[in-house]
Protein backbone atom coordinates (compact mmCIF):
# COMPACT_ATOMS: atom_id res chain seq x y z
CA UNK A 1 0.00 0.00 0.00
CA UNK A 2 1.32 3.51 -0.47
CA UNK A 3 1.31 6.22 1.74
CA UNK A 4 -1.99 7.63 0.75
CA UNK A 5 -4.13 4.72 0.99
CA UNK A 6 -3.73 4.68 4.89
CA UNK A 7 -7.06 5.92 6.66
CA UNK A 8 -6.26 9.17 8.66
CA UNK A 9 -4.50 8.94 11.62
CA UNK A 10 -3.30 10.85 14.21
CA UNK A 11 0.26 12.00 13.87
CA UNK A 12 3.24 9.03 14.70
CA UNK A 13 0.48 6.85 15.99
CA UNK A 14 1.48 2.84 14.92
CA UNK A 15 -0.99 0.69 13.38
CA UNK A 16 -2.35 -2.69 14.92
CA UNK A 17 -3.02 -3.79 19.12
CA UNK A 18 0.21 -2.50 21.43
CA UNK A 19 2.07 -5.50 22.46
CA UNK A 20 1.04 -7.31 26.06
CA UNK A 21 -1.97 -4.97 25.54
CA UNK A 22 -0.13 -1.59 26.78
CA UNK A 23 0.16 1.74 25.61
CA UNK A 24 3.23 2.07 22.37
CA UNK A 25 3.65 5.12 24.15
CA UNK A 26 4.31 3.92 27.91
CA UNK A 27 8.19 3.35 27.54
CA UNK A 28 9.31 7.07 25.81
CA UNK A 29 13.00 5.73 25.58
CA UNK A 30 11.40 3.50 23.07
CA UNK A 31 8.86 5.22 21.06
CA UNK A 32 6.88 3.31 18.10
CA UNK A 33 7.82 3.44 14.40
CA UNK A 34 6.29 6.25 12.26
CA UNK A 35 4.45 3.65 9.76
CA UNK A 36 2.80 6.42 8.25
CA UNK A 37 5.47 8.24 7.18
CA UNK A 38 7.71 5.57 6.53
CA UNK A 39 5.21 4.23 4.00
CA UNK A 40 4.92 7.83 2.50
CA UNK A 41 8.69 8.29 2.02
CA UNK A 42 9.80 4.98 0.65
CA UNK A 43 6.76 3.94 -1.35
CA UNK A 44 4.81 4.80 -4.59
CA UNK A 45 7.81 6.67 -6.13
CA UNK A 46 8.46 3.88 -9.27
CA UNK A 47 11.13 2.33 -6.92
CA UNK A 48 11.07 -1.35 -5.35
CA UNK A 49 9.03 -1.17 -2.07
CA UNK A 50 5.42 -1.49 -3.05
CA UNK A 51 4.30 -1.31 0.92
CA UNK A 52 5.60 -0.52 4.52
CA UNK A 53 3.72 -2.76 6.69
CA UNK A 54 4.35 -1.82 10.40
CA UNK A 55 2.32 -3.85 13.31
CA UNK A 56 2.77 -3.58 16.73
CA UNK A 57 2.86 -7.47 17.20
CA UNK A 58 2.91 -10.62 14.71
CA UNK A 59 4.52 -14.14 15.47
CA UNK A 60 6.85 -13.80 12.85
CA UNK A 61 7.42 -11.05 10.02
CA UNK A 62 8.99 -13.94 7.80
CA UNK A 63 6.05 -15.88 8.03
CA UNK A 64 3.99 -13.24 7.37
CA UNK A 65 5.49 -12.59 4.02
CA UNK A 66 6.13 -15.97 3.23
CA UNK A 67 2.17 -16.13 3.30
CA UNK A 68 1.53 -13.65 1.08
CA UNK A 69 4.65 -15.10 -1.84
CA UNK A 70 2.53 -14.63 -4.71
CA UNK A 71 2.20 -11.32 -4.51
CA UNK A 72 4.33 -8.82 -6.23
CA UNK A 73 7.81 -8.32 -4.56
CA UNK A 74 8.40 -4.54 -2.60
CA UNK A 75 6.53 -5.91 0.54
CA UNK A 76 8.28 -5.13 3.80
CA UNK A 77 6.67 -6.21 7.29
CA UNK A 78 7.83 -4.58 10.29
CA UNK A 79 6.67 -5.50 13.54
CA UNK A 80 7.78 -3.56 16.81
CA UNK A 81 7.86 -7.22 18.75
CA UNK A 82 7.75 -10.59 17.43
CA UNK A 83 6.17 -13.38 19.59
CA UNK A 84 7.58 -16.35 17.54
CA UNK A 85 10.88 -14.99 15.92
CA UNK A 86 13.27 -16.82 14.03
CA UNK A 87 17.07 -17.33 13.21
CA UNK A 88 18.74 -19.76 11.43
CA UNK A 89 18.71 -23.33 12.22
CA UNK A 90 15.46 -22.23 13.39
CA UNK A 91 17.03 -21.01 16.98
CA UNK A 92 14.05 -19.04 18.46
CA UNK A 93 14.37 -15.53 19.84
CA UNK A 94 12.87 -12.50 21.16
CA UNK A 95 13.49 -8.92 22.41
CA UNK A 96 11.41 -6.58 24.26
CA UNK A 97 9.09 -4.17 21.96
CA UNK A 98 10.36 -1.50 20.39
CA UNK A 99 14.00 -2.12 21.12
CA UNK A 100 15.17 -3.02 17.58
CA UNK A 101 14.36 -3.41 13.95
CA UNK A 102 12.41 -6.64 13.15
CA UNK A 103 11.52 -6.63 9.55
CA UNK A 104 10.99 -8.74 6.41
CA UNK A 105 11.02 -7.92 3.20
CA UNK A 106 9.70 -10.23 -0.03
CA UNK A 107 12.29 -10.40 -3.45
CA UNK A 108 11.42 -11.95 -6.45
CA UNK A 109 14.86 -11.63 -8.53
CA UNK A 110 13.59 -12.97 -11.85
CA UNK A 111 16.38 -11.94 -14.12
CA UNK A 112 18.62 -13.62 -11.77
CA UNK A 113 19.61 -17.27 -12.24
CA UNK A 114 18.01 -19.36 -9.16
CA UNK A 115 21.57 -20.45 -8.80
CA UNK A 116 22.98 -16.82 -7.66
CA UNK A 117 20.07 -16.25 -5.07
CA UNK A 118 22.24 -17.46 -2.51
CA UNK A 119 24.25 -13.86 -2.66
CA UNK A 120 20.90 -12.15 -1.32
CA UNK A 121 21.14 -12.85 2.05
CA UNK A 122 25.00 -11.44 1.95
CA UNK A 123 23.58 -8.27 -0.25
CA UNK A 124 21.31 -7.41 1.97
CA UNK A 125 23.62 -7.66 4.93
CA UNK A 126 26.11 -4.78 2.98
CA UNK A 127 22.91 -2.97 2.66
CA UNK A 128 22.11 -3.24 6.77
CA UNK A 129 26.13 -2.87 7.50
CA UNK A 130 26.79 -0.26 5.20
CA UNK A 131 23.75 2.20 6.10
CA UNK A 132 23.70 1.25 10.03
CA UNK A 133 27.76 2.08 9.85
CA UNK A 134 26.48 5.42 7.90
CA UNK A 135 23.73 6.49 10.34
CA UNK A 136 24.76 5.49 13.65
CA UNK A 137 28.58 6.64 13.24
CA UNK A 138 29.77 2.92 14.27
CA UNK A 139 32.11 0.18 12.44
CA UNK A 140 29.81 -2.26 11.57
CA UNK A 141 30.96 -5.09 10.01
CA UNK A 142 30.00 -8.75 8.58
CA UNK A 143 30.35 -12.11 9.88
CA UNK A 144 29.47 -14.98 7.17
CA UNK A 145 26.78 -15.64 5.97
CA UNK A 146 24.19 -13.68 7.88
CA UNK A 147 25.59 -11.54 11.00
CA UNK A 148 26.20 -8.06 11.53
CA UNK A 149 28.82 -7.46 14.12
CA UNK A 150 30.67 -4.89 15.85
CA UNK A 151 33.97 -5.56 17.47
CA UNK A 152 33.04 -9.60 18.33
CA UNK A 153 29.71 -9.11 19.53
CA UNK A 154 26.47 -9.47 17.40
CA UNK A 155 24.30 -6.52 16.49
CA UNK A 156 22.04 -7.90 14.33
CA UNK A 157 21.41 -11.86 12.26
CA UNK A 158 19.52 -12.56 8.58
CA UNK A 159 17.38 -15.04 7.39
CA UNK A 160 16.73 -15.83 4.28
CA UNK A 161 13.93 -18.08 2.82
CA UNK A 162 12.46 -19.61 -0.40
CA UNK A 163 8.61 -18.98 -0.66
CA UNK A 164 6.78 -19.98 -3.60
CA UNK A 165 8.55 -18.43 -6.36
CA UNK A 166 10.36 -15.79 -4.59
CA UNK A 167 12.93 -15.15 -1.32
CA UNK A 168 11.79 -13.66 1.92
CA UNK A 169 14.80 -12.09 4.06
CA UNK A 170 14.11 -10.99 7.72
CA UNK A 171 16.52 -8.68 9.12
CA UNK A 172 16.67 -8.15 13.15
CA UNK A 173 19.02 -5.25 14.28
CA UNK A 174 19.34 -4.47 18.32
CA UNK A 175 18.74 -1.06 18.84
CA UNK A 176 18.44 0.50 22.61
CA UNK A 177 18.99 -3.45 24.23
CA UNK A 178 20.05 -2.40 27.49
CA UNK A 179 22.90 -5.51 28.62
CA UNK A 180 20.78 -7.30 30.70
CA UNK A 181 18.31 -7.84 27.87
CA UNK A 182 20.56 -9.40 25.45
CA UNK A 183 19.36 -13.12 24.26
CA UNK A 184 23.63 -13.90 24.60
CA UNK A 185 26.51 -12.52 26.68
CA UNK A 186 28.03 -12.53 22.92
CA UNK A 187 25.33 -9.91 21.27
CA UNK A 188 24.95 -5.98 21.67
CA UNK A 189 22.94 -2.99 20.60
CA UNK A 190 23.57 0.37 19.02
CA UNK A 191 22.75 1.52 22.56
CA UNK A 192 25.68 -0.15 24.29
CA UNK A 193 28.38 0.79 21.65
CA UNK A 194 27.18 4.59 22.23
CA UNK A 195 25.64 5.20 18.91
CA UNK A 196 25.20 8.48 17.60
CA UNK A 197 21.25 7.87 17.37
CA UNK A 198 19.09 4.94 18.68
CA UNK A 199 16.28 6.69 16.31
CA UNK A 200 14.88 3.67 14.32
CA UNK A 201 13.18 5.78 11.95
CA UNK A 202 16.43 6.99 9.48
CA UNK A 203 18.06 3.54 10.39
CA UNK A 204 15.15 1.84 8.69
CA UNK A 205 14.46 4.34 6.11
CA UNK A 206 18.42 3.81 5.28
CA UNK A 207 18.15 0.15 5.49
CA UNK A 208 15.81 0.02 3.28
CA UNK A 209 16.97 2.53 0.42
CA UNK A 210 20.86 0.72 0.83
CA UNK A 211 19.31 -2.33 -0.44
CA UNK A 212 16.85 -1.32 -2.56
CA UNK A 213 20.37 0.23 -4.28
CA UNK A 214 22.30 -2.87 -4.03
CA UNK A 215 19.59 -5.21 -4.97
CA UNK A 216 19.07 -2.96 -8.23
CA UNK A 217 22.64 -3.08 -9.20
CA UNK A 218 22.93 -6.74 -8.81
CA UNK A 219 19.83 -7.71 -10.66
CA UNK A 220 20.70 -5.60 -13.35
CA UNK A 221 23.80 -7.50 -13.55
CA UNK A 222 22.21 -10.20 -14.09
CA UNK A 223 22.95 -11.64 -10.58
CA UNK A 224 27.10 -11.24 -11.24
CA UNK A 225 28.18 -10.59 -7.32
CA UNK A 226 31.51 -8.66 -9.22
CA UNK A 227 30.40 -6.86 -11.77
CA UNK A 228 27.63 -5.59 -9.88
CA UNK A 229 30.53 -4.66 -6.67
CA UNK A 230 28.88 -7.05 -4.26
CA UNK A 231 31.66 -9.28 -4.53
CA UNK A 232 33.93 -6.40 -3.05
CA UNK A 233 32.11 -4.89 -1.26
CA UNK A 234 31.21 -7.87 0.86
CA UNK A 235 34.83 -8.58 1.14
CA UNK A 236 35.60 -5.67 2.36
CA UNK A 237 33.19 -5.39 4.89
CA UNK A 238 33.77 -9.15 6.37
CA UNK A 239 35.23 -9.89 9.41
CA UNK A 240 35.33 -13.71 9.04
CA UNK A 241 38.34 -13.13 6.54
CA UNK A 242 41.18 -13.82 7.73
CA UNK A 243 40.47 -15.56 10.77
CA UNK A 244 40.92 -18.93 12.22
CA UNK A 245 37.14 -20.83 12.15
CA UNK A 246 34.97 -23.69 13.55
CA UNK A 247 32.70 -24.51 10.66
CA UNK A 248 29.77 -26.55 12.33
CA UNK A 249 28.89 -28.31 8.88
CA UNK A 250 25.20 -29.53 8.73
CA UNK A 251 26.03 -33.59 7.98
CA UNK A 252 27.47 -33.30 11.48
CA UNK A 253 31.25 -32.65 10.40
CA UNK A 254 33.31 -30.15 11.57
CA UNK A 255 36.09 -28.17 9.79
CA UNK A 256 38.51 -26.24 11.06
CA UNK A 257 40.75 -23.84 9.49
CA UNK A 258 41.45 -20.25 8.47
CA UNK A 259 39.29 -18.25 6.05
CA UNK A 260 40.34 -16.86 2.76
CA UNK A 261 38.36 -16.16 0.13
CA UNK A 262 34.41 -15.58 -0.79
CA UNK A 263 33.85 -17.48 -3.99
CA UNK A 264 31.49 -16.44 -7.13
CA UNK A 265 28.81 -18.52 -5.73
CA UNK A 266 28.65 -16.52 -2.10
CA UNK A 267 30.49 -19.14 -0.13
CA UNK A 268 33.07 -18.67 2.29
CA UNK A 269 36.48 -20.82 1.68
CA UNK A 270 38.24 -22.21 4.51
CA UNK A 271 41.88 -23.64 4.18
CA UNK A 272 41.55 -26.45 6.14
CA UNK A 273 44.43 -29.19 7.07
CA UNK A 274 43.03 -31.37 3.89
CA UNK A 275 43.24 -27.78 1.84
CA UNK A 276 40.29 -25.35 0.65
CA UNK A 277 37.08 -26.34 0.89
CA UNK A 278 34.24 -24.35 -0.34
CA UNK A 279 31.26 -24.06 2.33
CA UNK A 280 27.48 -23.12 1.49
CA UNK A 281 26.04 -23.95 4.58
CA UNK A 282 27.00 -23.85 8.19
CA UNK A 283 27.31 -22.36 11.23
CA UNK A 284 30.58 -20.74 11.98
CA UNK A 285 32.09 -19.87 15.12
CA UNK A 286 35.23 -17.24 15.05
CA UNK A 287 37.94 -18.67 16.87
CA UNK A 288 39.99 -16.94 19.37
CA UNK A 289 43.83 -18.07 19.95
CA UNK A 290 43.13 -19.32 23.32
CA UNK A 291 39.77 -21.39 22.10
CA UNK A 292 42.18 -22.44 19.42
CA UNK A 293 45.06 -23.94 21.65
CA UNK A 294 42.30 -26.11 23.38
CA UNK A 295 41.42 -28.04 20.21
Given at each position: ?53 V ?45 G ?24 G ?14 V ?18 L ?33 E???T ?98
Amino acid sequence: MTGASHPPQPPHEPTGTPPAGGSPWTDLERPPLRGRELDHALTGHGGLWREIDVVAETGSTNADLAARAAEPEGLVRVAEYQSAGRGRLDRAWTAPPRSGLFLSVLLRPTEVPVAQWGWLPLLVGVAAAESTSRVAGLDVRLKWPNDLLIGDRKLAGILAERAGDGVVVGIGLNVTLAADELPVPTATSLGLENSITTDRDPLLRALLRDLEAWYTRWREAGGDARSSGLHSAYTAACATLGRRVRVELPAGRTLIGTATAIDNDGRVVVEGTHGPEAVGAGDVIHVRPADDVQM
